[in-house]
């Protein structure tokens, strides 16, 4: 296809990764840095130093800190900011948006407060002559801005829309496939993150490869009884979105969450962790909304439970294993719609 104008809302490490990628076969992005000195020092560089050093920004590339200009008539936009702050974004765009933009969701998380997952946040923001869609799965920031064989998942009720967002994105280095299930996608890029956190705190303890195993295996358990129970299809865990995400977030020495759960294993406060941190660890977010989600919903979801009481409550990760290990088993696919 020819090639096009896309604005990217969001200069963090994804944001910029995917900038790379999209310049690098050959569109033209606009990208939106929040902080106006880093946007300076985007312009004079062509790095972004702080969320994702050591890489040049193509020429196609145009920094901003102007949502104004980033939008201007494009009507592909790609939004890369912490989920607590779309909402507020998403308010200021609704006007400067085009009426037939198709707007991607690149983040993962679910909304604190309301417990919105991002797609609904879109909803009640945006126009309804908007059209939504999601890019989720397995990919590490570093790896796609260096170009490395990646794979990734489009996904958008209306199967026109996620086929258009996989031709702007495939790429020899970039396989993109397509969902019709938006909900399963966003839930899997959430909740994976939650989990990381808590094979890093298994991690941080020294425990072997078997817990390691059991904490991703019985957390995509988890993490598929909230998603179908919000409407999401089973299938879709088994997928990029799902399993390869959490396979690759709970495992890959890059992930952010794992990393502050290893701290947390070795002994560390949490709340001194992110005092400490100048990138957000989404997962800790998403923790506090899986949590109540899970009540609200009445699921079954011991890891996420006893995660939450380490990361909020100040118990002993010990002692959460601990009861995690004497925690009642049932059969293995209980509570999976479909299974």
Same mark, same amino acid.
């Given at each position: &296809?020819?090639?096009?104008?896309?604005?990217?809302?969001?200069?963090?490490? /994804?944001?910029?990764?995917?900038?790379?990628?999209?310049?690098?076969?050959?569109?033209?992005?606009?990208? /939106?840095?929040?902080?106006?000195?880093?946007? @300076?020092?985007?312009?004079?560089?062509?790095?972004?130093?702080?969320?994702?050093?050591?890489?040049?920004?193509?020429?196609?590339? !145009?920094?901003?800190? =102007?949502?104004?200009?980033?939008?201007?008539?494009?009507?592909?936009?790609?939004?890369?900011?912490?989920?607590?702050?779309?909402?507020?974004?998403?308010?200021? &765009?609704?006007?400067?948006?085009?009426?037939?933009?198709?707007?991607?969701?690149?983040?993962?998380?679910?909304?604190?407060?309301?417990?919105?997952?991002?797609?609904?946040?879109?909803?009640?923001?945006? *126009?309804?002559?908007?059209?939504?869609?999601?890019?989720?799965?397995?990919?590490?920031?570093?790896?796609?801005?260096?170009?490395?064989? =990646?794979?990734?998942?489009?996904?958008?009720? @209306?199967?026109?829309?996620?086929?258009?967002?996989?031709?702007?994105?495939?790429?020899?280095? %970039?396989?993109?496939?397509?969902?019709?299930?938006?909900?399963?996608?966003?839930?899997?890029?959430?909740?994976?993150?939650?989990?990381?956190?808590?094979?890093?705190?298994?991690?941080?303890?020294? &425990?072997?490869?078997?817990?390691?195993?059991?904490?991703?295996?019985?957390?995509?358990?988890?993490?598929?009884?909230?998603?179908?129970? %919000?409407?999401?299809?089973?299938?879709?865990?088994?997928?990029?979105?799902? %399993?390869?995400?959490?396979?690759?977030?709970?495992?890959?020495?890059?992930?952010?969450?794992?990393? !502050?759960?290893?701290? $947390?294993?070795?002994?560390?406060?949490?709340?001194?962790?992110?005092?400490?941190? #100048? $990138?957000?660890?989404?997962?800790?977010?998403?923790?506090? *909304?899986?949590?109540?989600?899970?009540? #609200? %919903?009445?699921?079954?979801?011991?890891?996420?439970?006893?995660? !939450?009481?380490?990361?909020?409550?100040?118990?002993?990760?010990?002692?959460?294993?601990?009861?995690?290990?004497?925690?009642?088993?049932?059969?293995?696919? $209980?509570?999976?719609?479909?299974?």
């Amino acid at each position: &296809m020819s090639k096009k104008s896309i604005s990217v809302i969001g200069a963090g490490s /994804w944001g910029t990764a995917l900038s790379i990628h999209l310049a690098r076969i050959g569109h033209k992005v606009n990208l /939106w840095v929040y902080e106006k000195l880093l946007c @300076e020092q985007i312009k004079e560089t062509k790095e972004n130093p702080i969320f994702l050093p050591g890489f040049n920004l193509p020429n196609l590339i !145009y920094p901003t800190n =102007s949502l104004e200009e980033a939008i201007g008539e494009n009507n592909v936009i790609l939004i890369v900011v912490p989920t607590n702050f779309i909402r507020n974004i998403a308010e200021v &765009m609704a006007p400067l948006l085009n009426p037939d933009s198709v707007i991607i969701n690149g983040g993962k998380g679910i909304e604190t407060n309301s417990l919105c997952i991002i797609r609904e946040i879109f909803k009640q923001t945006l *126009s309804p002559t908007c059209r939504f869609a999601t890019l989720s799965g397995p990919t590490f920031a570093t790896e796609v801005a260096r170009g490395e064989p =990646s794979a990734i998942v489009a996904a958008s009720e @209306e199967i026109d829309v996620s086929n258009q967002v996989k031709t702007f994105f495939s790429s020899p280095s %970039l396989k993109v496939f397509t969902s019709d299930d938006p909900i399963g996608v966003e839930i899997g890029g959430a909740l994976k993150n939650v989990m990381a956190i808590t094979t890093g705190i298994s991690d941080g303890l020294r &425990m072997g490869h078997n817990t390691r195993a059991a904490i991703i295996t019985r957390g995509l358990v988890e993490i598929t009884r909230i998603g179908t129970a %919000l409407g999401a299809k089973p299938e879709t865990f088994s997928g990029l979105s799902g %399993l390869g995400d959490l396979v690759l977030t709970c495992t890959g020495e890059l992930s952010r969450n794992r990393q !502050y759960g290893i701290r $947390v294993g070795q002994g560390e406060k949490p709340h001194e962790i992110t005092n400490n941190m #100048k $990138v957000a660890v989404e997962g800790i977010f998403t923790l506090k *909304s899986a949590h109540a989600l899970i009540s #609200k %919903l009445n699921i079954q979801a011991s890891i996420i439970d006893e995660t !939450y009481k380490v990361v909020y409550k100040t118990k002993s990760p010990h002692q959460a294993l601990k009861d995690l290990m004497q925690s009642k088993t049932t059969t293995e696919f $209980v509570g999976i719609k479909g299974m």
